[in-house]
């Protein structure tokens, strides 16, 4: 980790009894041990205490982080949320009276804090004057706002934003907004507190049965639970740091985005003709000009030409595992939400089928090959139908394409091994495949349509310049995410040791 001028060493607390070493440091130093006395006071506290978010007493935590800065020493203070900031129920708007139109103020729905991002373009409603009853629902810049309502036995609420500017939402019910109390609390601190494991426990012990299969946690219940809360110098040291974390992940998350853009278009350009590769040229920024090229003219063909359909299998989940077996099982599910267009097998996690399951009469040409194609033929949206995956490296498994899958395999030597998921995955071809999607409610596929899907394909030579070069940028777009990946985990052990 690149050290901080100001905060450079990180130490984990020790074991008790043991000398805690801290010579040198001028960053973060573990907790020293308390001393006996201390710690039966503050478990006589709890065990004391009328509030029933306490934990119990053997996980009762001594009020000092694992980690913390070297010029803090004070126990933290456990205190109701509602003492340190003020914490607002949204409002029930009248959705007949809401505008479809971009207007004065847009109101901020659950949906538009999904999964924690705020998502202004999902259903927007907008508002045009409010009255004074209203107001004191306009929104502040870093305002931070919560769901408090989800699904019975989900966990999807709970979800929180920041909001970016002043006077332009307005908060709608089954919201709360928490505003820092200045000289008391730090807004930033406050947004991190809120994503801890100890808060996400008394918030989700709080939850009620509402209407129907609904469940949700009441504004007073939430103002109640009680977490431990640092001096404010304090948490202005550990919102300031963990900030700088954040910035890195916004900055890794745009470059990513600017990447997959960079994709996007050249995969515009390349598949409609407008960028060619020339054969000769070897250095990647001179590898793609403006329709110049020396490659022959791209042959038309229909999908039938160059591949064959084979039988798939139709077990379910229940028929799968991710513990042992022979034999691999490649469900239509995963390739909507998680397998990469170009599939490693030792790069997914992928499941098995359960070794009770009869697969003798499974025949030999079913079993996936290297450079077969794995089509998923139903979905709710158009935009997964007829997603597909290409078999780049089985490592000499036996694995199968299983319920709502096409298997496909090339019958020519006319095709590049990772070309065709690409080539899939361009405009013309996803138009085509959205046209041929039958259905209403879920959309789904045939072999025969599938098979009349027109293309164009380049030289084989040609094929593989367009595959090298694709895949190199996804290359960089995976490193990018692990980076993503690795430095958010990095915040998660932060946020469980600098809280209590």
Sequence with gaps: MAKDKKNRVFAREERPKQTVETKGTDGFVPRDDKSESSLR???????????????????????????????????????SLSSSIDIVAGYAFKSTEMENKPSTYQIIKMSNVYKSKLQL????????????????????????????????????FGYSIVIPEDNKFLLNQRLVYM?????????????????????????????????????????????NIKLSFPSLPEQQKI??????????IQRLTKKKELLEQYKKGVMQQLFSGKLRFKPDVIARNEAISPNETNFPDWEEKIFSDLYSFHSTNSLSRDKLNYDTGLVYNIHYGDIHTKFK???????????????????????????????????????????????????????????????????????????VIGFFSFLLKSWDMRKQIMIIAQGTKVLSLSTGRVGKLKLKLPSI???????TYLS??????????????????????LLQQMFV
């Excluded at 629902?137 to 706002?145: C, E, G, S, V």
């Excluded at 919102?239 to 890195?248: T, W, Y």
């Excluded at 998923?376 to 949206?381: F, K």
């Excluded at 290359?475 to 990095?490: G, L, P, S």
């Design 41 to 79: 006071a503050e478990r006589s506290e709890a065990k004391q205490s009328p509030n029933p978010n306490h934990l119990p007493l053997k996980q009762t935590p001594a009020r000092i982080p694992e980690l913390r800065f070297k010029e803090f020493e004070e126990v933290w203070n456990l205190k």
């Design 121 to 156: 373009d999902r259903s927007p409603s907008y508002w045009e004057k409010i009255d004074k009853k209203q107001a004191k629902f306009l929104l502040q810049k870093k305002d931070i706002l919560l769901t408090l309502t989800g699904t019975v036995g989900k966990k999807d």
């Design 179 to 223: 505003r820092f109390i200045e000289n008391i609390s730090d807004g930033d601190f406050i947004n991190n507190l809120i994503k801890t494991k100890r808060f996400f426990y008394f918030f989700f012990n709080e939850a009620k049965g509402g209407t129907g299969n609904q469940t949700n946690v009441g504004i007073e219940d939430l103002k």
């Design 239 to 248: 919102a300031s740091f963990l900030s700088a974390v954040d910035e890195k």
């Design 341 to 415: 267009t170009a599939f490693h097998l030792n790069k997914e996690y992928i499941p098995f089928v359960n070794d009770d399951v009869d697969l003798s009469k499974i025949k030999a040409d079913s079993y996936c090959m290297q450079g077969d194609l794995v089509m998923a033929d139903a979905s709710e949206d158009y935009a997964d139908i007829g997603k597909t995956i290409e078999l780049i490296d089985l490592k000499n498994k036996l694995v199968l394409a299983g319920l709502h899958t096409f298997l496909a395999r090339p019958k020519t030597t006319q095709t």
């Design 461 to 467: 030579e040609e094929q593989q310049k367009i595959a």
């Design 472 to 493: 190199r940028i996804d290359t960089k777009i995976e490193n990018v995410n692990q980076q993503i990946t690795q430095t958010q985990t990095f915040k998660k052990g």
